[in-house]
């Protein structure tokens, strides 16, 4: 059974970091691109960053390109976003998303729970 | 970048319509469009990709079609369990854009 879990959500003051991790089980993680998706309170999906299975391409969203840094760890089975300069309009659940093939192109098969980021003084 | 419009942005139906949910890439993304059923305080769950594929366990009474910009989500026949918040996704591009979400709500 495939199953993801985010950790390290949390609250933090603008201008500050967070990281997130994303602990996969029940597939072959190296094998898989993986993607983040955050949802604002009571808002849409919005895509935020992708990674390809081999961890060689990463891609980036507009709003979080330069502050935000996705990698992977296929021995550990661990996906991260380290977030910096973080802004208000951050706040959001983060989810982390599978992605049906090796490359960052498809649709998202499998989601976990999501965790919640809180920017706020 | 691609644009999704979707609508409607929400609907009222009543057990045993037929719900349709439409989607309008700003340009042509050939049949490289998910759908997404999201329900409060839940993950998405995938419903259909590649426009009319049945993402595995997915019950049949929804179905996907369209290619090029224009795409449609059906229930043929809304069940209970089928009130939530609906989203295309377009995977044409790397950059991912999802649309603005359909919420089904009871009549």
């Known amino acids: 059974e495939v199953q993801l879990l985010e950790s390290g959500g949390g609250m933090v003051q603008p201008g500050g970091s967070l990281r997130l991790s994303c602990a996969a089980s029940?597939?072959?993680?190296?094998?898989?691109?993986m993607g983040w998706v955050r949802q604002a309170p009571g808002k849409g999906l919005e895509w935020v960053s992708g990674?390809?299975?081999?961890?060689?391409?990463?891609y980036y969203a507009d709003s979080v390109k330069g502050r935000f840094t996705i990698s992977r760890d296929n021995s550990k089975n661990t996906l991260s976003l380290q977030m910096n300069s973080l802004r208000a309009e951050d706040t959001a659940v983060y989810y982390c998303a599978k992605v049906p093939s090796t490359f960052f192109q498809g649709s998202f098969d499998y989601w976990g729970q999501g965790t919640l980021v809180t920017v706020s003084s | 970048d691609i644009q999704m419009t979707q609508s409607p942005s929400s609907l009222s139906a009543s057990v045993g319509d037929r719900v349709t949910i439409t989607c309008r890439a700003s340009q042509s993304i050939r049949n490289y469009i998910n759908w997404y059923q999201q329900k409060p305080g839940k993950a998405p769950k995938l419903l259909i990709y590649?426009?009319?594929s049945l993402q595995s366990g997915v019950p049949s009474r929804f179905s996907g079609s369209g290619s090029g910009t224009d795409f449609t989500l059906t229930i043929s026949s809304l069940q209970p369990e089928d009130f939530a918040t609906y989203y295309c996704?377009?995977?044409?591009?790397?950059?991912?854009?999802f649309g603005g979400g359909t919420k089904v709500e009871i009549k």
């Open positions: 996704q377009q995977s044409y591009s790397i950059s991912v854009i």
């Open positions: 990674m390809s299975g081999s961890g060689g391409n990463t």
């Open positions: 029940g597939f072959t993680f190296s094998s898989y691109a």
């Open positions: 590649a426009a009319t």
